[in-house]
């Protein structure tokens, strides 16, 4: 089992920029995909990206696309999540997720084995 630790959450101005950080221990991170989801208040948790083992691939929920960007570095177990142009509907609680796969554009949460404590951004208007 990894675990996963976000970080790099806060309290930014609508038109902001935060860069969320997820690091995972241990050597069970390279071959998987990783993913970021959201859950807002009142709301259930919804996908926002994901991006293959080889950093090749992204994908990411219409809300967020073009805004937001996924990245990682395998030789430091870590994945990012460059959010820029934020909105205040972006507030929410943002998690990362490690895939059961390490290929494919799959967003859905039982596709995801591992899970972080999440991190608060908060977007104000």
């Known amino acids: 089992q990894v675990q996963l630790v976000e970080s790099g959450g806060g309290l930014v101005q609508a038109g902001g920029s935060l860069r969320l950080s997820c690091a995972a221990s241990?050597?069970?991170?390279?071959?998987?995909?990783m993913g970021w989801f959201r859950q807002a208040p009142g709301k259930e948790r919804e996908f926002v990206a994901r991006i293959t083992w080889s950093g090749i691939n992204t994908y990411y929920a219409d809300s967020v696309k073009g805004r937001f960007t996924i990245s990682r570095d395998n030789a430091k177990n870590t994945v990012f999540l460059q959010m820029n142009s934020l909105k205040p509907e972006d507030t929410a609680v943002y998690y990362c997720?490690?895939?059961?796969?390490?290929?494919?554009?799959?967003?859905?949460?039982?596709?995801?084995?591992?899970w972080g404590q999440g991190t608060q951004v908060t977007v104000s208007s």
């Open positions: 997720a490690r895939g059961r796969l390490g290929y494919g554009p799959d967003r859905r949460e039982e596709e995801y084995d591992s």
């Open positions: 241990g050597r069970t991170f390279s071959g998987y995909a």
